[in-house]
């Protein structure tokens, strides 16, 4: 996933997220490493997903267009 954050995360670095996707009424709580970093532009890979929350993320990223 990128995303980008009010501060520097350097790689290697492990954060904790918490997501709504439009699809859900719950928040999902996940854990992420920091796989790419520059300036505020950050590359996180999902760690330790269940399968109720692997899931709901492989649902959401079906529905969504295709970038150009």
Do not use: W
């Not at 520097?8 to 719950?26: I, T, W, Y």
């Not at 709580?29 to 505020?40: L, N, T």
């Not at 760690?47 to 150009?68: H, K, R, V």
């Amino acid at each position: 996933m990128g995303t980008v954050l009010n501060g520097e995360v350097p790689p290697g670095e492990v954060v904790s997220l918490e997501l709504q996707l439009p699809s859900s009424l719950k928040s999902l709580a996940i854990r992420a490493i920091v796989r790419y970093q520059k300036g505020f532009v950050h590359g996180l890979e999902f760690l330790g997903l269940s399968d109720e929350q692997q899931l709901a993320i492989n649902s959401f990223c079906t529905g969504l267009e295709p970038s150009d």
